[in-house]
């Protein structure tokens, strides 16, 4: 828009050689700056003029030489920047856009994303067999920094992630244990055969086991050691083998299932957490295992992760003996060390406790650690307790669970408590009416 005396009062426009027109003006630092792109008509520079002074008015401007920065070295400085980032999130975010993010769109300027690009990106991952899920997480990922650059940065005048359902993950129900199931588990964790998988000088594997204390070998003859290690597996499950047992991991199975705690919270747990004569335990902390292996103690997952939560009288039993054996005296002595007394680590867990032969052998295949607080989850929900006195004892972050230290939020979790033990005791009592599960193992009283 021109003045009355013929010069225009914002920006200008030239005429290039070309015979387009091209405008300029300044930003909101005075500094002077060129439009990316040209016109065939001088009245279509002049609106491109006027669009972009009231974009500063109403503090809706991009700037285009911002635009210009890559996608990876903005995301990067992005994950490095966020606030309040729990660390494995940190490392999860940074292996996202290392995976699946900066080889496909990394080397793109922010400014120039567009929509069917990012659908383009996302089907490109899809189709080279990465899954549903993992897909979500990294375009969730994208999102989020891309709404940075646009809410806070200004660079973008609208996020591109604009593709509908993609950020949403179809995850298949875990699996949610009974009573007996989790008993049978815990009785089962730490448990493996004593032998041996050698190779034959024929190419095949063969066994060495111990039998009354004494190794025999197997005459049979197995082409893979995987049919081998199930053979062995298939022994112990028979009682044709000995077995070592490390019960440590007994307790451990009990209390993450029937007092709902996260991994990271059960493993931080130290000897003044437990009290077995009010049967409560205290989360005030929680480990973190970051992907390179680091340990790290902060608290846990969220605010309305500190709780005190009860724990059913029918487990009290199997946690005294174990801190008899395992733990050592003082009130920050870990409950649930590791073999050489450090915290138990998340990574070699599963080959320490042989939970993946455990959990088959409760017809649970591919259960994970955390279905143990899933079931937990499920127990405390069928005592018939409300929303928020549920969300305290499970510890979830929300608006109506800020009163979880509270003397009436610590009745009704002992509500739970007590009808969580009901179950437990009248599951126990059915087994042992039932002439068929003879075999079925319940806790030590």
Known sequence: ???????????????????????????????????????????????????????????????????KVKLSDYAAVWITQRPKLRPRTVDLYRWLLSKHIAPYLGGVPIGKLSTAMIREWRANLLGNGVSVSMAAKAYRLLRAVLMTAVEEDKILPRNPCRIHGAGDEDAAARPVLTVAQVFALAERVG????????????????????????????????????????????????????????????????????????WGEVTALRHADLDLAAATVRVRVAFVERSTGEILLGPPKSRAGRRVVGIPQAIIPVLREHLSIFVKDGPGALVFPGVMGGPLRRGNFNKMSAWPYAVKSIDAEGLHFHDLRHTGNHFAASSGAGLRDLMARMGHDSERAAMIYQHEARGADRAITDAIDTHVQAEQANDDDDDGSAGLLAPVG
């Open 191 to 262: 448990r493996r055969p004593v032998g041996n998988i050698r190779k034959t000088p024929a190419g095949g594997y063969q066994l060495r086991f111990r039998r009354y204390g004494e190794m025999r070998t197997s005459p049979e003859i197995y082409a893979k050691r995987s049919e081998a290690e199930r053979a062995l597996w298939k022994m112990a499950d028979d009682e044709r083998t000995d077995c070592n047992h490390d019960r440590r991991y007994l307790a451990l199975v009990l209390l993450a299932t029937f007092a709902s705690l996260r």
């Open 1 to 67: 828009m021109a003045n009355r005396d013929g010069h225009r009062r914002f920006g200008n426009v030239r005429r290039r050689e070309s015979g387009r027109y091209q405008i300029r003006y300044p930003g909101p630092d005075g500094r002077m700056r060129t439009g990316p792109e040209t016109y065939e008509r001088k009245s279509d520079a002049d609106k491109a003029l006027v669009l972009i002074e009231a974009q500063m008015a109403s503090g809706e401007w991009t700037d285009p030489e911002r635009g």
